[in-house]
C-alpha cells in the first residue's frame, strides 16, 4: 500500500481517490479491492484519522491476497503514517 497526501483545511469532509492498477490482478478483483478500501477509508474518516485533504491511496499487487482485518491494519498504518507526516 502506499499513498500521496495534499492536506487542505478547506477539503472537508477529506477526498479520496484510488489507484489500482493492472498488476494487482483482473478488473474483478481490483473492483472488489476498491470498495474494502473505500470502506476502510470511509471508517477512518468517521472516527477522525483522516485529516482534512486530499488523498490518493494505490495498491501494490500482493494487496488482494490480505485478509479484510489486515488490509484494516495496514490501511490504518498508512493513514497514521500519512497523519503524522503533515496531514494536522
Do not use: H, K, S
Amino acid at each position: 500500500m502506499w499513498c500521496r497526501f495534499l492536506p487542505d483545511p478547506a477539503t472537508a469532509p477529506p477526498r479520496v481517490a484510488f489507484a489500482i492498477g493492472r498488476a494487482v490482478g483482473t478488473a474483478v478483483t481490483r473492483n472488489r479491492l476498491r470498495r474494502r478500501l473505500r470502506a476502510l477509508v470511509a471508517d477512518a474518516a468517521a472516527t477522525g484519522v483522516l485529516a482534512p485533504g486530499w488523498l490518493l491511496v494505490g495498491a501494490r499487487p500482493a494487496a488482494p491476497e490480505l485478509t479484510y482485518e489486515q488490509l484494516a491494519g495496514e490501511v490504518l498504518l498508512l493513514l497514521r503514517t500519512v497523519d503524522r507526516a503533515g496531514g494536522r
